[in-house]
T-cell receptor, first 114, second 112 residues
Framework: ETGVTQTPRHLVMGMTNKKSLKCEQHLGHNAMYWYKQSAKKPLELMFVYNFKEQTENNSVPSRFSPECPNSSHLFLHLHTLQPEDSALYLC?????????????FGQGTRLTVV | DAKTTQPPSMDCAEGRAANLPCNHSTISGNEYVYWYRQIHSQGPQYIIHGLKNNETNEMASLIITEDRKSSTLILPHATLRDTAVYYCIGPAGGTSYGKLTFGQGTILTVHP
């Protein structure tokens, strides 16, 4: 248990569906992140949020839409995805300032697009 | 970003020390080296980090060379549950400590 909870753990969706991934942390962190891990590829950073504001978007297609309503919650809204978007989506949180320290990752959502 | 190089795979016998090397010759003077691991189909887990001094915690030890161009993660008594992909990461900078650039890492297999 890392303190970062992702739901659902598994998701199968059609290309015309709309779904959302949820991430929640109660570690008092002010930074939250979405990562994507495709099969046999390194983890790729998608989005960074600091104090609810998006500070980084790594050229992610608009069919992925993040939302950060408060520092404890992060969503990834999905629509009209492609089969190649099937991957493990990981959420992480960390402090935004202070001594150099670590990030905490959730268990991920295994997404399959059919 | 600091670029790191790791061997793709290593084996270790259970109960023995696992020594995982990492080269980070381009790391700058104020960049920390972080180690994370990822057990199959789980999220990455922080292990340890360091700047220039050797570090030890309940999970592992980190030995950083004096010139900071390389480091070694040591798991003193590897168990089967330590089988995972180990990532050596130079941070992407800034104050977002979760803004990490992952490479392919080292697949460590601990065998009985």
């Amino acid at each position: 248990e890392t303190g970062v909870t992702q739901t659902p753990r598994h998701l199968v969706m059609g290309m015309t569906n709309k779904k959302s991934l949820k991430c929640e942390q109660h570690l008092g962190h002010n930074a939250m992140y979405w990562y994507k891990q495709s099969a046999k590829k390194p983890l790729e950073l998608m989005f960074v949020y600091n104090f609810k504001e998006q500070t980084e978007n790594n050229s992610v297609p608009s069919r992925f839409s993040p939302e950060c309503p408060n520092s404890s919650h992060l969503f990834l809204h999905l629509h009209t995805l492609q089969p190649e978007d099937s991957a493990l989506y990981l959420c992480a949180s960390s402090p935004s300032e202070g001594d150099k320290t670590e990030a905490f990752f959730g268990q991920g959502t295994r997404l399959t697009v059919v | 970003d600091a670029k790191t190089t790791q061997p793709p795979s290593m084996d270790c016998a259970e109960g023995r020390a696992a020594n995982l090397p990492c080269n980070h010759s381009t790391i700058s003077g104020n960049e920390y080296v972080y180690w994370y691991r990822q057990i199959h189909s789980q999220g990455p887990q922080y292990i340890i980090h360091g700047l220039k001094n050797n570090e030890t915690n309940e999970m592992a030890s980190l030995i950083i060379t004096e010139d900071r161009k390389s480091s070694t993660l040591i798991l003193p008594h590897a168990t089967l549950r330590d089988t995972a992909v180990y990532y050596c990461i130079g941070p992407a900078g800034g104050t977002s400590y979760g803004k990490l650039t992952f490479g392919q890492g080292t697949i460590l297999t601990v065998h009985p």
